[in-house]
Every structure is written in structure tokens, then in C-alpha cells.
T-cell receptor, first 113, second 113 residues
Framework: GENVEQHPSTLSVQEGDSAVIKCTYS??????FPWYKQELGKRPQLIID?????GEKKDQRIAVTLNKTAKHFSLHITETQPEDSAVYFC????????????FGKGTHLIIQP | DSGVTQTPKHLITATGQRVTLRCSPR?????VYWYQQSLDQGLQFLIQ???????AKGNILERFSAQQFPDLHSELNLSSLELGDSALYFC????????????FGQGTRLTVV
């Protein structure tokens, strides 16, 4: 089945700086890669996603890049703000959904004032 | 209202007991996913149902079982409960079997004493 590795486990950045979280996946048949944000005690919320036929996608301060050859994808957050502090999870889905929606272990992003 | 309804929100029970967690997906969604999240842990995929049938299976213990009913709501049954089963159990739903824009419920916090 699919295996998703996520780094770093904790990331601390100064407010206003950029943050980058990286994930690798194992199954070359994976074709959908969502990112979720989970604030303490709340449900994970989808913030951005990308399909395998696209190399990059942006939504305001958030962007995701995908390198199918290397089987890795990254989340980029620019001009970080205090409300960006949360745990971020990447995920991957194998074509057809045969292995479900597999998540990485999460990155705790801390925005320092 | 997240669109995915999970009941109950909190559950406290003793070791050895059996409990049932319930999930109603968003209107129009055919897939239901169950996840376990322990303290400071990631989202462990348990099982997925699509339109009433089991679609994918993750690290689900034999003491746990699930089903999706004709009205598409799902139930997760946990039996012979152990202290280590204490966790937040999330249900998510999506329109297709590939987890596209999967939407999470608020979760059920299970405490085994």
C-alpha cells in the first residue's frame, strides 16, 4: 500500500517568513495529493490539493508543488501569520482509491511573533 | 455545521466494553473514511466504505469493525476495549472513492478507563 513520509515534524518560523513542508510518497500510481490543517482540538480542514497532471497550484499565500519523477510534493506558506500555527498533514491517494486516503505523520508549525 | 455529523462527541467507557460510533456523511458523498488519532499522533487510516461496500482497509484491529448502511451512514464498532484504544476517532466523507476534497467530522473522543 501507499506510504507517505512527512518532514519536518516541527517547524518554527518568524512571523512574516515563509514555511515549507515536504512529503514523499511510495506508490507511483498515486494521483491526488491534499493538504490538511488541524488546529488544536479541531477537525482537519482541507486547505489545498493538487492532482498528478499539475505541477503547481496556488491559493493566496499557500502553494503546493508536485514532482512526480521524484515522488515528492511540498506545501509553501508565504508571509506567515499567527493564525497559521497548527499541525499540517499531507496525504496521497492511489489511483482508484484502492488504499484509501493515506496521511503523513504531520508537521507542527509554530509561528514566532 | 461541518456537513459530516459524528455522534457521540464524547464517550467514556470501561475496559472490555463495546461501543458504536456513528457517522453521517455530507449530502451527496458516497465514501466514508474512519481514522484514529491518538494524543500527538497522526491520522491512522482504519477503513473506507464506498456506496455501501468496503473499499480499502488500513491498520484496523480485529476487535474493530465497521459498516456502511443503505442510507450511507456508517458505524464503527469497537469491542473488548483496552486503555490504548483511547483516542479521537474521525470520520470523513468524499463524493468519490479517491478522497477528493474529503471533509472531516468533528470527531468522537473515546476515553477508556
Amino acid at each position: 500500500g501507499e506510504n507517505v513520509e512527512q518532514h519536518p515534524s516541527t517547524l518554527s518560523v518568524q512571523e512574516g517568513d515563509s514555511a515549507v513542508i515536504k512529503c514523499t510518497y511510495s506508490d507511483s500510481a498515486s494521483n491526488y495529493f491534499p493538504w490538511y490543517k488541524q488546529e488544536l482540538g479541531k477537525r482537519p480542514q482541507l486547505i489545498i490539493d493538487i492532482r498528478s497532471n499539475v505541477g503547481e497550484k496556488k491559493d493566496q499565500r499557500i502553494a503546493v508543488t508536485l514532482n512526480k519523477t521524484a515522488k515528492h510534493f511540498s506545501l509553501h506558506i508565504t508571509e506567515t501569520q499567527p493564525e497559521d500555527s497548527a499541525v499540517y498533514f499531507c496525504a496521497a491517494v492511489t489511483g482508484g482509491g484502492a488504499d484509501g486516503l493515506t496521511f503523513g505523520k504531520g508537521t507542527h508549525l509554530i509561528i514566532q511573533p | 455545521d461541518s456537513g459530516v455529523t459524528q455522534t457521540p462527541k464524547h464517550l467514556i467507557t470501561a475496559t472490555g466494553q463495546r461501543v458504536t460510533l456513528r457517522c453521517s456523511p455530507r449530502s451527496g458523498d458516497l465514501s466514508v473514511y474512519w481514522y484514529q488519532q491518538s494524543l500527538d499522533q497522526g491520522l491512522q487510516f482504519l477503513i473506507q466504505y464506498y456506496n455501501g461496500e468496503e473499499r480499502a482497509k488500513g491498520n484496523i484491529l480485529e476487535r474493530f469493525s465497521a459498516q456502511q448502511f443503505p442510507d450511507l451512514h456508517s458505524e464503527l464498532n469497537l469491542s473488548s476495549l483496552e486503555l490504548g484504544d483511547s483516542a479521537l476517532y474521525f470520520c470523513a466523507s468524499s463524493v468519490d472513492s479517491q478522497g477528493t476534497e474529503a471533509f472531516f467530522g468533528q470527531g468522537t473522543r473515546l476515553t477508556v478507563v
